[in-house]
Structures are given as C-alpha cells and as structure tokens.
C-alpha cells in the first residue's frame, strides 16, 4: 500500500487526538464546571459536602451535600471516565437545600460540590477521597 | 427489566404543619455505567435511571438529574416541608423509557 500524501495526514491527526486523550477526564471535570456556572468563578464556602476520607468500596461511596440558601447542587467526580454525578435541584417544598446519596469512583480523587446560590452566586467545597477498589467497571 | 424494579420509600405517616421531614427513597435498578465490558471485551450499554423528581400536592420538592457514577440501587435522602395533609409523589425515569412512580399520604395534625 502506497502512503498518500492524505493518509499521512490523517495518521498525523490522530496521533495528535490520541496524545491528548489521558487530559480528556480532567478537561471535562473542567467543562461540566464551567456549564453549570456559566463561567463564574465559585466562592469557597457556604456549601457542605461530607464524604468519608478512605471509601473501601468505590462501588458505592455515601456522599452528602448541604447549602443553605442554594436552588441547585452539582456533584462532580474529577476522576472518572464520565466527571458528571448528579445535580440536585430544589423545589419550594425542599425543607432544607441538603440531600444524601450514593455514588461510584473510579479511583483515589477529588469530589467537588458546587451550589447555586438563589442570588446568582456560586459556592465550592471538595474532598479528597481514597478509594481502594474502583468503581467503574473496565 | 423493567419489572424487578421496585421503588421503596420512607416517609412519615404524620407531621406537624410546616414541618420539615426527612424524606428517604430507594429503588433496585442495576445502573449499568455503560463503561463495564462483558467477558468477551464487549461494552455492556449504558442502562440507568436518569432523573428522579419528588413532588408534594403537585409542587416540587426535589428533582435530581443523575448520571452514570450513580451507584446501584440509587438512594437518596432528603428533607421536605409539610404545610398540609396531602401526597407525596415519587417519579424515577429510565433510560428506556419506563416510568416507575410511588406515592405515600401524610397527613396533618
């Protein structure tokens, strides 16, 4: 097969897209920030996420998150292949801006909760967790 | 699928008006990723619930869009304000379409 002078230039863009591929997840963590802020930059504090330091089972991690005055929250895992968790929204009946639930981590990461604040604002908190078994399947 | 999927949820049969009640919901529901492969290297689809929204005489009290890094069995718990005798209403959404719901009746006292 004789190398066209296009199919060198394909083989060269590849290359290029598979180099980048191991930033992809973080750049997505990134993403999935900046579409829920809509470029804004959060402040820390006034949102609570509770997750235990070490999670033996990356199966099901128990996670909670509290802010008071907020309208949403969004969970984001940094280190999975997929950064969105779950976005809370609350409704006038919510009796308190907190929820609770169970999540998955492919690995040792950091979780970020990032909540809406009804003034328009923004508030961050993260934790680190360390997972000994990851999961995400794979 | 469908149908060993069943909702369970926790909620006081009586409150005080304007009380806030702790609210706790789970549902069996396999949350297949989508990124796990089966023994013959090939990606079992993605299969999960993907919303699940709690009203309370027809007014929101939470409405949760999830994704894959849901765990199994997807739990949530929750805090609701109760001004009146009334139903709580649960509604989970698959990928596939289905609808599973659960109500529970609070009354007043």
Same mark, same amino acid.
Request: aromatic share 2%.
């Given at each position: 097969m004789r190398l066209t002078r296009r199919d060198a #230039?394909? #083989?060269? #863009?590849? *290359?290029? *897209? +598979? /180099?980048? #591929?191991p930033l992809r997840a973080v750049a997505s963590a990134e993403e999935a920030i900046a579409a829920f802020t809509g470029g804004v930059e959060p402040a820390e504090g006034g949102v609570t996420l509770n997750a235990p &330091?070490? *999670?033996? =089972?990356? =199966?099901? !991690? $128990? !996670? /909670?998150? &509290? +802010? $008071?005055? +907020?309208? +949403?929250? @969004?969970? @984001?895992?940094t280190g999975n292949p997929q950064p969105g968790v779950a976005t809370f929204n609350f409704g006038p009946l919510a009796g308190a801006q907190s929820a609770a639930t169970r999540i998955r981590l492919a690995g040792t990461q950091e979780v970020i909760a990032i909540a809406k604040m009804a003034d328009g604002g923004f508030a961050r908190a993260s934790r680190v967790v360390k997972v000994t078994i990851g999961g995400c399947g794979g | 699928m469908a149908k060993d999927v069943k909702p369970r949820v926790k909620v006081p049969k009586t409150a005080a008006a304007g009380e806030v009640i702790t609210i706790k919901t789970l549902i069996s529901h396999k949350m297949e990723s989508g990124n796990r492969k089966d023994s013959n290297g090939n990606r079992i689809p993605r299969s999960i619930i993907n919303r699940f929204t709690c009203d309370f005489n027809g007014q929101n009290v939470i409405d949760v869009e999830m994704q894959p890094a849901i765990s199994t069995n997807p739990f949530f718990e929750f805090q609701a304000k109760v001004p009146e005798s009334g139903e709580f209403k649960f509604t989970w959404y698959d990928d596939n379409g289905s609808i599973y719901e659960a109500t529970r009746a609070i009354t007043v006292s």
């Open positions: #230039l394909a #083989l060269g #863009l590849g *290359a290029t *897209a +598979a /180099s980048f #591929l &330091e070490i *999670a033996e =089972n990356g =199966n099901t !991690v $128990p !996670v /909670s998150v &509290e +802010a $008071p005055g +907020a309208t +949403a929250i @969004i969970l @984001i895992a | -």
